[in-house]
């Protein structure tokens, strides 16, 4: 029988939580990290994104910016003011990428923004650099 991992500092090692109201993104963004290890919750809005992130605690939440009931920026904003929440790895996805998107992303505590669409390489890369930095926290 295989140890169960560890929780890091409330956060589940290595669970996903993708935030995304299209159907078939959300769909190829969940394969994507599942095929990197990662087990994936999925949320289609803003409010349900808020009560799954608070509920099991994600390692990591990939965010679209644009959502139903409340925005992106909202949800990493709710994220960021839970304690237990505050390692985790938000990386902001959308196809909107002006620079006020990208700062306003960044300034409502999202670790990274890639515009849509993003390149999975990219997205892996990123995501397991900022695992290995954040992994003494």
Avoid at 67 to 74: D, H, R
Avoid at 84 to 92: H, Q, R, T
Wanted: net charge negative; hydrophobic share 45%.
């Amino acid at each position: 029988m295989m140890p169960r991992p560890k929780l890091d500092q409330g956060l589940r090692l290595r669970l996903a939580l993708v935030v995304e109201d299209h159907p078939d993104t959300q769909s190829a963004l969940a394969v994507h990290l599942e095929q990197l290890g990662w087990e994936v919750a999925l949320a289609s809005d803003g409010d349900e994104a808020l009560r799954i992130a608070h509920e099991r605690r994600p390692r990591l939440v990939c965010l679209d910016l644009n959502l139903p009931a409340i925005s992106g920026y909202e949800v990493c904003e709710g994220i960021r003011s839970d304690p237990s929440l505050e390692n985790a790895i938000v990386v902001m996805l959308s196809a909107r990428s002006t620079v006020d998107v990208r700062a306003f992303s960044l300034e409502a505590g999202a670790d990274v923004y890639l515009a849509k669409p993003y390149d999975p390489d990219e997205l892996s890369a990123i995501v397991e650099q900022f695992c290995r930095a954040r992994q003494g926290i």
